[in-house]
Every structure is written in C-alpha cells, then in structure tokens.
C-alpha cells in the first residue's frame, strides 16, 4: 500500500475512499482492488482534488433507463457468441428500484462450457474495438461442484466474473437524462457481469438479487432453521447430506419451507 500512501500526499486525494465510490466496494475488497489497479491509477486520476476520471459519474445515481439500455447493449454482445445465452438484470433493478449505483448481469447458458469460459473475454475485446469499455477487471473462476456452500453469511461466490466501467453513448437513450452533464455525449457506469453454470442459475440468480439484508437473512434461516446452508452456489441439507437440486428460485424457497417471495419485496 506504500505506493497509494505516496500517491495520496501526492495529490492530496484519499485513495481508499476514492476507490471504494468508484468501484462500489466495501473497505476489506477495496484494498484488493487498490493493489490489482494501481498500474492504471495514472490514467484514473484526473487533476489534484477533482478525483479520479470518471469520479462525477460512477458517484452519481444510475437510472432505470440507463441500466435498460445497457442491458440492451449487454445481450447484443453476449448474444453475438453465445446465441442461447440467459441474460438477466440483478440486483436493486431487478427488485424494482428506480436507481442505483452499478447494474449487475447474470449470464448463464444450456451450453457448451467452453464457450462459457472465453464469452466475457470475447465481449470486452468487442467493446474495445466499440471504444465501450472505460476499464475492467476478469476474475477467473474458481468454482468447484463438489465444494459445500460457505457458512459465512456475507461470502463471495466464485464465479467468474467481469467488474468494468462502461462507455454508455447518449444515442443508447431515447430521452435526456438529468444527471448528465449539458454537452457530454457519454456516461461512464458501473457494470458487473456474471457467468454461472446453468445448473446453478437459480442460486446464483437468488443471491445477486438481493438485497444484501434479505440474503444474510435468508441464509442465517437456512442454517438456524432448517439444518442448510446457502450460497450463491448451492443448498446442502446437513441432515440428509445432500445437495438439494432447484432449478427456478421458487424451488429454493421450497427446499427451504416458505412462501415464494417475489424480487421487489426483498428491498431490506
């Protein structure tokens, strides 16, 4: 961390705090994220106190229609290699809000999984060539069917996954948007993607909904309740020994004794 040390007496800029609103993270991620950046932190950061690049952007609210149109640009992308590819919208959109701060995708196809593992790839080397993509980061995945689902409430899960800042033109919207700034053309936004395999669609689906509340709840359930334990991977029964199978969420709530709960009352 010497380098963020220098760097902030530098420019005079709190690098941790910076880098948690920009990338949306929590102080024990955003010291990972500090030394996996810090080659493109002198590109990122923009004049003395103003911040990083694209800071008034990413610390401003994301709207419905903002994160529709990147989703449109999203499945044209994943559609273009991967036909049959599920591409869904998660969290706080997916639960019904009007805004928010980064959009996350779940993507998940029947498949082959070859072309799984290169598909995040393939489409960032797309949107380069589009001049889409601001930044990003692949996390390969590290995934294990055999593995137990983890007993920490709060775990990450670990599949593969894409964090980038995207290039959203203004043309991508069919009216003005408040936030941006008069004359720009473009928006710089948030935006994780997620590939899961298809048999664990519906756990992974479940936890990137969220709300981060609802899924320590609901987990801490499993475990205090019902002798299970759930992640974004799977449902293991303690008492069988089994993994539980659930191919919608609405099989998970099953498995679990309750009520579907549908996505906008999991706003926590």
């Known amino acids: 961390m010497d380098y963020f040390v220098s760097m902030e007496m530098e420019f005079g800029v709190d690098a941790c705090g910076h880098v948690s609103s920009l990338l949306g993270t929590g102080s024990p991620s955003t010291e ?21 690049l694209y800071y008034e952007d990413l610390v401003s609210c994301v709207t419905r229609a903002e994160a529709e149109a990147v989703s ?35 993507i ?38 055999l593995r137990l689902p983890s007993r920490k ?20 919207l069919d009216s003005d948007q408040p936030s941006w700034q008069e004359g720009k053309t473009w928006k710089a936004i948030r935006v994780d993607l997620v590939m899961c395999p298809y048999e664990r669609r519906a756990f992974a689906l479940l936890g990137w909904t969220g709300s981060r509340q609802f899924e320590r709840d609901l987990r801490r359930y499993a475990t205090h309740e019902r002798k299970m334990i759930l992640d974004n991977h799977a449902l293991y029964d303690k008492t069988k020994r089994i993994f539980l199978k659930a191919e919608t969420e609405e099989e998970i709530f099953a498995h679990l004794g309750l ?5 906008w009352e999991r706003n926590a």
Not at 114 to 140: A, F, H, T
Not at 259 to 263: L, R, S, T, V
Request: hydrophobic share 45%.
């Open 153 to 172: 409430v709060d775990a990450l899960d670990h599949f593969q996954k894409c964090f980038l800042i995207f290039k959203l033109p203004r043309q991508r």
């Open 32 to 52: 990972g994220w500090l030394f996996h950046v810090h080659v493109t932190l002198s590109i990122a950061l923009s004049n003395g106190l103003s911040g990083f």
């Open 108 to 145: 998940t196809s029947p498949g082959s999984t070859e072309d799984e593992e290169q598909l995040l790839q393939k489409v960032m080397n797309l949107w380069e060539k589009k001049g889409l993509v601001l930044y990003y980061d692949l996390v390969e995945s590290t995934f294990e069917k």
């Open 72 to 106: 449109v640009l999203v499945k044209e992308a994943v559609w273009a290699f991967l036909p049959d590819a599920f591409v869904t919208m998660t969290g706080g959109f997916r639960r019904g809000k009007k805004m928010g701060h980064d959009v996350d995708f779940l």
């Open 259 to 263: 009520d579907y709960i549908e996505p």
